[in-house]
């Protein structure tokens, strides 16, 4: 199994501003992915953060909203940039360790509100 | 497209009463499924997974599954409900694409009532 930490698990922020939000592993993982879920709704993939490559993002998003960074195999980081009270959502990561099965780990997420 | 259908966005049922939440999925490939439960304010837990091999799954808290492949489903029962059930319940499939992205059906809040 793998456990997850993010950082802050919440926040309220102002409209123009960036928030950074850290995604810490316990163990060496390469697919780290972003979620994003709205209130009220399910879980929308962002992208996919594999170590040693630029992240892959999903339809409907872009890099310079959300940037990514993947330094190591442990760490992850998701920028939600020049932010709108659209982007008030909770903020997931997960990860892959390639188990038999192909489960996914979640963090506790990260709850932001933007006024 | 591949899809993955929760019926029923809410769903309540009373304390020690059977819990049944439905997921459909479509899917070329047989998929591996998952059903997840999310706390208030937590993030995603593993209830259960299917894989391969036998079709009638068991997980944590006295949750099982069984994958119907002629049917396209996989839901989730309990025989009987606690209070401790109540939380938002997500069905997802990995399609087995080699992508390891996961589809997330749209979520199925219990309630449950004393």
């Known amino acids: 199994s793998a456990v997850i930490s993010q950082k802050p698990s919440r926040d309220i922020c102002q409209r123009g501003t960036s928030l950074t939000i850290q995604c810490q592993v316990d163990?060496?993982?390469?697919?780290m992915f972003w979620y994003r879920q709205q209130p009220g709704q399910s879980l929308t993939l962002i992208a996919t953060?594999?170590?040693?490559?630029?992240?892959?993002?999903e339809s409907g998003f872009v890099i310079d909203k959300f940037p990514i960074s993947r330094p190591n195999l442990t760490f992850s980081t998701l920028t939600v940039s020049n932010m709108s009270p659209e982007d008030s959502s909770i903020y997931l990561c997960?990860?892959?360790?390639?188990?038999?099965?192909?489960?996914?780990?979640f963090g506790p997420g990260t709850r932001l509100t933007v006024l | 497209a591949q899809s993955v259908t929760q019926l029923g966005s809410h769903v309540s049922v009373s304390e020690g009463a059977l819990v049944l939440l439905r997921c459909n999925y479509s899917?070329?490939?047989?998929?591996?499924l998952f059903w997840y439960v999310q706390y208030p304010n937590q993030g995603l837990q593993l209830l259960l997974k299917?894989?391969?091999?036998?079709?009638l799954v068991k997980g944590i808290n006295g949750f099982e599954a069984e994958f119907k492949k002629s049917e396209t489903s996989f839901h989730l029962t309990k025989p009987s409900a606690h209070m401790s059930d109540a939380a938002e319940y997500f069905c997802?499939?990995?399609?087995?694409?080699?992508?390891?992205?996961?589809?997330f059906g749209t979520g199925t809040r219990l309630k449950v009532l004393a």
């Open positions: 953060a594999n170590q040693g490559s630029e992240a892959t993002y």
């Open positions: 163990s060496q993982v390469t697919m």
């Open positions: 899917s070329s490939v047989p998929p591996y």
């Open positions: 299917y894989t391969t091999g036998a079709t």
């Open positions: 997802a499939v990995d399609p087995n694409s080699g992508t390891y992205k996961y589809i």
């Open positions: 997960s990860v892959n360790p390639r188990l038999a099965g192909n489960e996914q780990f």
